[in-house]
Nanobody, 125 residues
């Protein structure tokens, strides 16, 4: 059984930085693609970033050059470092994981079988 737990959310002013962490329990972490998604009130869950088993990273256009995703296979964790945060980044952030996701599907929430509970990120002055 794979379980995910996010941490690191909070309140940050516009232009600030914040780091999120996703701890993945279970074996074979190295084989998993792990992604971050977010959902704002009244909106659909959207792709933010993902890191594949081989370390390759992918970002949505809205966060590219501001967010950095990384993984530590020794600690079974994936981190999302967010900088130059904007009000529109306010959302609940979820990490998700799965194995065997093909490249063309990495931005689709439905392709990920395992999800964390989410952590709130609020960007406001």
């Amino acid at each position: 059984q794979v379980q995910l737990a996010e941490s690191g959310g909070g309140l940050v002013p516009p232009g600030g930085s914040l780091g999120l962490s996703c701890k993945v329990s279970g074996s074979n972490f190295r084989q998993y693609t792990v992604g971050w998604f977010r959902q704002a009130p009244g909106k659909e869950r959207e792709f933010v970033a993902t890191i594949r088993y081989n370390g390759h990273t992918y970002y949505s256009d809205s966060v590219k050059d501001r967010f950095t995703i990384s993984r530590d296979n020794a600690k079974n964790t994936v981190s999302l470092q967010m900088s130059n945060l904007k009000a529109e980044d306010t959302a609940v952030y979820y990490c998700a994981a799965d194995r065997g996701i093909i490249l063309s599907s990495i931005r689709l929430p439905a392709q990920y079988d395992y999800w964390g509970q989410g952590t709130q990120v609020t960007v406001s002055s």
